[in-house]
């Protein structure tokens, strides 16, 4: 773009942009961005007219993406990065600090966590939100792109850019009704094996961490139940006779629920280290800094098993 062309850009335009383009309608961009939905049809008019492009068109049930707008998204949120940074002041008080927070973790690891960030939030910045998404097979590139923050997550191996540090130790305990049979005696293998089990699975395939443990035993259980996310799952637990297995952190949280126990599987299962993850980019910005000891303030609160609010 010439010189000419960027003296009659208006930066606000850019960031409506990136709203209009992650809510794919009009009135929900126009509430994010704070100003009439009169106002966000005129701005997408005007970068309509910037880009010579429909940028959202009309598609079942709203607004779709154009190919032009796909090409440009990653791209608008790398600059919108840059440009926040380079004007971020040297030091940082969040106190003050307004804006969203945009955290990459799986369903389970973010029922867990959550209510301790968003208690370190509520007391160090009360005017700072939180959007939190699972990583799905891309959580490193939205690190990339800066279309997240941080990224909580099981990280074996991290691509070039990416700094991780351990943030929890995690094993595995067994989850049932409070006044389940199988409370009045052992929980033995056998016993174990009997009963039938609900998983947690984001895609619906492929076997869970108990099932690798068991197929290495020349053993099996019976997986009654699939569901996407967690709280489905303690629910149906809650109120039938199935169990699940599921990390520890989480069962502390659910056994609370009073309707719940939770005991240690009669196999062994190990342990699994949940790490933090961010962008090279982000090491030293004063924001991001103060986000990762709020995240792992937030983790040694929830290891410890203080109760959210003490």
Do not use: C
Request: glycine share 6%; hydrophobic share 50%; no cysteine.
């Amino acid at each position: 773009m010439r010189e000419v062309d960027l003296r009659r850009v208006d930066l606000n335009l850019l960031v409506a942009l990136e709203a209009l383009l992650d809510e794919k309608n009009v009135t929900r961009a126009a509430h994010r961005l704070g100003m009439s939905q009169p106002a966000a049809s005129r701005a997408l008019g005007r970068l309509r007219a910037l880009f010579s492009d429909a940028l959202l068109v009309d598609g079942p049930g709203g607004y779709v993406l154009s190919s032009r707008a796909e090409a440009v998204r990653p791209m608008l949120r790398t600059i919108l990065a840059g440009v926040g940074e380079m004007l971020e002041a040297s030091s940082f008080d969040p106190a003050t600090a307004t804006g969203r927070v945009r955290l990459l973790t799986p369903d389970l690891q973010a029922a867990a966590l959550a209510p301790y960030l968003l208690a370190r939030l509520a007391r160090e910045a009360p005017s700072v939100d939180l959007d939190i998404a699972a990583p799905g097979a891309n959580g490193f590139e939205a690190l990339e792109q800066g279309v997240a923050d941080a990224m909580v997550a099981l990280v074996e191996d991290a691509p070039a850019g990416i700094q991780r540090r351990r943030l929890y130790d995690e094993d595995l305990v067994t989850l049932m009704r409070a006044h389940h049979p199988a409370l009045a005696e052992e929980l033995t293998l056998d016993r174990f094996l009997a009963l039938e089990h609900i998983v947690v699975s984001v895609t619906g395939v492929g076997p869970a961490p108990v099932d690798e443990v068991l197929a290495r035993m020349g053993r099996r259980r019976r997986v009654k139940l699939r569901v996407p996310n967690f709280f489905a799952a303690v629910e149906i637990a809650a109120r039938s006779d199935l169990i699940m297995t599921l990390p520890s952190s989480l069962a502390r949280a659910a056994a609370n629920m009073r309707r719940l126990a939770s005991l240690p599987p009669p196999l062994d299962l190990g342990s699994f280290t949940m790490s933090l993850a961010w962008h090279a980019r982000q090491q030293d910005a004063p924001r991001h800094i103060w986000l990762r000891r709020a995240i792992v303030a937030a983790a040694m609160d929830m290891s410890s098993g203080i109760e959210v609010g003490e």
